[in-house]
């Protein structure tokens, strides 16, 4: 059973059943069979399944952003903005999906070389609650596009955004079959994952569920995408535009009420301008709107579970207990619901937790350096590496100190965000492989050569 709860006031949403063994089986049958017709199929043809499934997104735009401020707390006009970003991703992918998997000639002593981009087959999708649309269309739009198919395995905190994505992708006329929602509980994951109509495995969640699906399918010799976790650092340097930067920062840390990968968590700033980057930073903070998710000039909403809430404040009351300062909240918030308020934690070091781990919620951590060196040094004292900012005025010295940050993007004087248009992924313990681009939907294919003698 699962039993979806209300982040903003803790009372039970719904109850589902689970599916059984048999309703897995006949899942991985028919998306194994249905997949063998949908790859070939051109596709230019079955981008147009991407097209319908942008409408449907579309049409059913405010319900289904209610369903995601209902499950897991998002302020309402950011849920808007989720259904509006998988809509674009998946015109986006019918655009240049066919160009990005074009024949490419491989010019040798042959009569003909060339690679192809075929499908790899099922795909078996491990998606998390924080973005429940966006986590499953960022990943759905290329691998349909590339010919693939697709079982979900959503968070279960979300279950009305999973089945949902089963309605959307119906109504978009996708084959029957080729994709699923699985109902299941996440101890069934790892036979899905050993079976042999699974033919890969993409996973967005925590570096420790990445580590453990990473080591199933290994096993099984399975390709992976894994997106995990990420402690994002933001460093702004002396030269640094201070107002601009402090504005961003806030939204950086605090969309998506700090539930995000790509969140900027530790503010690496150099001694000399730290005083007013925390003040502007605490003038931004305060003008943060706590509140019913529902209401569109929210900014704060609950987070999405209570357990995620308590562990949050207990990595704020370790941090505080080995010497940092706090500026502003500190605590949940009393009553219903599993507020916590937008948080910032002064003279963080490297060995304190809100340095060390990832915290995901609304939690800042300032951590004061005396200069560039420094800041690159601590920016890539983490075990994580997805994404960064750096803010400089001196634009040719930070694409110089860009190269020497170990993370999968750095942002220039502006804030971590996907985007179908660039690659999107991590290294480290953040992950491997990339989403989005050209790169992501060459995740799922077998890159062939064809040689003619
Ligand atoms: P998890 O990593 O536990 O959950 C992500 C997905 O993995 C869910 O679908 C979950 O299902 C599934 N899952 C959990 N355990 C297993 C398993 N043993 N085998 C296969 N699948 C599994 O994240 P949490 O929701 O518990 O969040 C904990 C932390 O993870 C956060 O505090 C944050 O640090 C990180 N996180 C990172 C995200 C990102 O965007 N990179 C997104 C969400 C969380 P089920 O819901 O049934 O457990």
Redesign the pocket.
Known sequence: MIVSVNPANGKELARYELHDDAFVDNALTAAANAQKAWRRVPIEERVGLLKNMAKALRSGKSSYAEMITREMGKPIAESEGEIEKCAYNCDFYAEHAARYLADEPAPSNATESVVEFDPLGVVLA??????PFW?FFRFAAPAFAAGNGAVL?????VPECALAIQDIMKEAGCPDGLFATLMI???K??DIIADDRIAAVT????????A??AA?AGKALKKQVL????SDPFIVLADADLEEAAKVAVKARYINVG???VNAKRFIVEESVADRFVELFLEGVAKLKIGDPMERDTNIGPM??EN?MS?LHSQVERTLASGAVLKTGGKPIEGAGFYYPPTVLDNVKPDMVAFCE?T??PVAAIIRVKDADEAIRLANQTEFGLGSALWSTNIERARKLARDIDAGAVFINGMVASDPRYPFGGIKRSGYGRELGIYGIREFVNIKTVWVG
């Open positions: 491990i998606m998390p609650w924080n973005y986590q395995k959503h968070a279960n905190n509980d996440a101890s994951v790892a996973l967005t969640g925590s570096t420790e569920v990445g453990i699906v199933q997106e995990l976790g990420g539930q995000s990968c999405a579970r995620l562990g990832e995901f919620g």
